[in-house]
């Protein structure tokens, strides 16, 4: 009984998976994108010699099209497009198909930035700068007080 369990677990993870059988397969990336933006479409009919067709609810039919081993293309997912999970197929010239998931995501951008605080250190800096230069002036005053003196100012007194 274990062999029998080990055999048909080797057998379905050297299997071929679906979205790639035979060499024909589509992939998007990002595979989650936001509504207004473009995907790349990479596919393959088994071979890079003719255009195919990929079509999605999400961005409606593209040519794909042979560059480098691989059909390409890209594809904008118009805005207000609503959120969630769309198939995405690719149709050979030989009718061979291939399909995957495209998440489309809406988030509402805000018109103002996140409330925080009164921005009072929200200036042009010169204040910043200004307040540093007396600090850095005030000490260096010091370490010449302390030299005239007598005194290193890292010993104690």
């Not at 961005?59 to 594809?75: D, R």
């Not at 010169?126 to 230069?133: E, V």
Request: aromatic share 4%; proline share 6%; hydrophobic share 45%.
């Amino acid at each position: 009984m274990a062999a029998g369990v080990t055999a048909l677990v080797v057998a379905a993870l050297t299997a071929p998976s679906p979205a790639h059988a035979e060499g024909v397969f589509v992939e998007v990336n990002p595979s989650t994108i936001q509504a207004g933006f473009q995907v790349a479409i990479r596919a393959s009919c088994g071979d890079a010699l003719n255009n195919a067709k990929v079509h999605s609810e999400a961005f409606g039919t593209v040519t794909v099209e042979p560059v480098n081993s691989y059909l390409i293309a890209a594809a904008t997912v118009p805005e207000g497009k609503k959120a969630g999970g769309y198939n995405v197929k690719l149709t050979c010239p030989s009718r061979q198909t291939a399909t995957t998931t495209l998440w489309v995501v809406n988030h509402d951008s805000p018109e103002h930035g996140p409330n925080t605080g009164g921005g009072a250190l929200a200036d042009d800096g010169a204040t910043l700068i200004g307040g540093g230069a007396a600090v850095v002036g005030l000490g260096l005053g010091l370490l010449v007080l302390m030299r005239r003196r007598g005194r290193s100012p890292l010993t104690p007194a």
